[in-house]
């Protein structure tokens, strides 16, 4: 069986079981592992096409021009504003976008808290100065670039100019994501997440997966091979999943021999396998929960059951009517 190589930062496992969000959690200890690109999208495609939400999606958009707005005038107090709300509204109108657990309130809020500390303390002026460089370097560099439309994908000619402009965006991103400067960030003892020195490895290639996931698989596997992503694909002994019930809303789970944890794509709650218990997400805890919404009897964090989201997937047709326009807009092809 061919795999992504997604490798569990905590136990270094490697993923097995389908991914139906946009947030990967480990099969065997429930550790965050990345992002799922397809599913975002995918789920993107899906509210784009719905009748469902329209004054959502309005408010979105509008919050959108705003932060648009302020990054053109350099408004730090506007930015902020917008970007933090962008997250909010994500939560409501992308329930996958941040995974099961984002259906979980008290993981939300943890959430919105990491993201009003990164941005108090990453927002300032020197922040809009090298986003404006960066800008005008991309615009003059992917003017340059050859482009075709395959299967509703962006294909690249993957020359020179093509390779200065992955280089831009790389450095841009790897500034942003050093070690270091994750290490040393206050904002990162918010990070609602699992955080260890394989985390900022994880989070570049997953901003690597989200730049490309609107390109081509020939153009997706040369921009890999050439960072020396390479090896993100590999062949594991088939795994047999046994199965289970969440402990929570039972839904069905799948999880393979020797799992401790792990988060039910359903409803985001963190299955211990042994003691039937679940990990509150505000404080850690573990308890037996008993009926489908729980108060955790340590910090009285809600944990609730939920439904599947009922968005339809994705189909030909829907391509056809979205993505077509879509690349015209942006690219005029
Ligand atoms: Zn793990
Ligand atoms: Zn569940
Ligand atoms: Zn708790």
């Known amino acids: 069986m061919l795999v992504r190589k997604l490798k569990c930062p905590n136990c270094s496992a490697v993923k097995v079981n389908e991914i139906k969000t946009g947030f990967i959690y480990c099969d065997f200890c429930g550790t965050y592992m990345g992002l799922d690109m397809n599913n975002f999208r995918n789920e993107a495609m899906d509210v784009a096409l719905s009748d469902d939400n329209q004054e959502k999606k309005?408010?979105?958009?509008?919050?959108?021009?705003?932060?648009?707005?302020?990054?053109?005038?350099?408004?730090?107090?506007?930015?902020?504003?917008?970007?933090?709300?962008?997250?909010?509204?994500?939560?409501?109108?992308?329930?996958?976008?941040?995974?099961?657990?984002?259906?979980?309130?008290?993981?939300?809020?943890?959430?919105m808290t990491y993201y009003q500390h990164m941005y108090e303390e990453t927002v300032n002026d020197e922040f809009f100065q090298k986003r404006e460089h960066l800008m005008e370097k991309i615009t003059a560099l992917g003017a340059k670039l050859k482009s075709s439309i395959v299967n509703n994908m962006v294909h690249y000619e993957f020359n020179d100019d093509f390779k200065d402009y992955l280089n831009a965006n790389i450095d841009y991103f790897k500034e942003l994501l050093s070690?270091?400067?994750?290490?040393n960030a206050n904002y990162m003892q918010y990070y609602p997440e699992y955080f260890s020195d394989a985390t900022p490895?994880?989070?570049?290639?997953?901003?690597?997966?989200?730049?490309?996931?609107?390109?081509?698989?020939?153009?997706?596997?040369?921009?890999i091979e050439y960072l020396g992503y390479k090896d993100e694909y590999m062949d594991v002994a088939e795994v047999s999943l046994k199965e289970t019930t969440c402990i929570l809303c039972a839904a069905s789970i799948r999880f393979p021999e020797g799992a401790t944890s792990l988060v039910c794509e359903q409803c985001g709650t963190k299955n211990i396998l042994e003691t039937k218990e679940l990990e509150c997400l505000n404080c850690g805890a573990s308890y037996k929960p008993e009926g489908e919404e729980v108060k955790c009897p340590f910090c009285g964090a809600r944990t609730q059951a939920s439904k599947p989201a009922d968005y339809s997937k994705v189909t030909a047709k829907i391509q056809e009517k979205y993505y077509k326009p879509l690349w015209k807009r942006i690219l005029g092809i």
Do not use: C, W
């Not at 107090?77 to 309130?105: C, I, S, T």
């Not at 070690?179 to 290490?183: I, T």
């Not at 609107?214 to 997706?220: L, P, S, W």
């Open 58 to 111: 309005t408010e979105y958009n509008n919050n959108l021009l705003q932060l648009a707005d302020a990054l053109k005038n350099k408004d730090i107090e506007n930015y902020k504003k917008a970007a933090v709300k962008m997250h909010e509204l994500d939560f409501e109108l992308y329930p996958n976008r941040y995974g099961p657990k984002g259906k979980q309130p008290a993981y939300r809020q943890k959430y």
């Open 179 to 183: 070690s270091e400067k994750l290490r």
């Open 201 to 223: 490895d994880m989070m570049m290639r997953n901003t690597v997966n989200g730049m490309i996931s609107t390109y081509d698989e020939e153009t997706q596997k040369k921009v």
